[in-house]
């Protein structure tokens, strides 16, 4: 498959390496000094990475994260952080996606002043699914997600084994904020591939259902209301697509 022509992008204009920004060049920019402008993704190799329980290095996991396992996955790119409150502005602006229900919570970031570089929140499954589309993007894969946040080692956290209070946004103030923090806010608590927020902020919608049964789509990465424990990287959890929260929010991938 050739990739880049797959996904409509003009070969010629990109600089890939794995884990970094996406990065346009044109000749203009290449003759200054090298400039580069970078998009809101990065970009994740093709190949295999452990995903699920990895029992050597994390005595936490549940039962729905076994067994774990060596899983091959097509390169692809990944928004750096959370979609937020002034991206999903512009997609309602659009009148491509819907504010329905965006603030049915006092912790809900829509409509609240000095947001609009938080995640957007209370988000149900279509409309996440909507502003991706919106974008030319679509929500990413279980598989992804988790290649993404941890890359190909097994790794427990996005950073590494050993959890850092202050490097993830989870239940308590230690890290800095009581609710969501804006985006980007935790540079040191950075994937393999660059991607940030992968651990606590909010919770992610996935384009996966959870199991079989088909009752609730899976969701990756834990958040400000909630323990480290379910910011582990390969902790999974489900809900409703029509379930709406404040601590629930996404990002997007193609």
């Known amino acids: 498959m050739n990739l880049l022509h797959d996904w409509g992008v003009n070969s010629n204009l990109l600089e890939i390496k794995d884990g970094s920004a996406l990065r346009s060049k044109t000749p203009t920019q290449t003759s200054k000094n090298n400039l580069q402008l970078t998009a809101d993704m990065v970009f994740v ?18 039962k729905d994260e076994k067994p774990g396992r060596m899983v091959n996955v097509p390169a692809f790119f990944i928004d750096k952080t959370e979609v937020t409150v002034v991206d999903y502005r512009r997609c309602v602006k659009a009148g491509r996606c819907s504010d329905s229900g965006l603030s049915a919570y006092d912790s809900c970031n829509w409509g609240k002043e000095n947001r609009d570089n938080h995640p957007i929140n209370c988000t149900v499954w279509n409309q996440a699914k909507a502003f991706c589309q919106w974008k030319g993007k679509r929500l990413p894969t279980e598989a992804e997600w988790e290649r993404a946040a941890r890359g190909k080692d097994g790794r427990k956290y996005p950073w590494g084994n050993q959890w850092e209070a202050k490097t993830a946004n989870t239940v308590g103030v230690e890290d800095g904020f009581v609710e969501t923090a804006p985006v980007g806010s935790y540079l040191a608590g950075a994937s393999p591939y660059g991607a940030l927020d992968m651990a606590g902020n909010v919770w992610e919608w996935t384009a996966d259902w959870y199991d079989e049964k ?17 910011a582990r990287t390969s902790n999974r959890d489900w809900l409703d697509p029509n379930d709406s929260n404040d601590y629930l929010g996404f990002r997007c991938a193609k």
């Open 214 to 230: 088909k009752k609730g789509r899976s969701a990756r990465g834990g958040s400000w209301f909630e323990e480290p424990h379910f």
């Open 45 to 62: 190799s093709a190949g295999e990475f452990f995903m699920g329980c990895n029992e050597e290095r994390d005595t936490e996991c549940d």
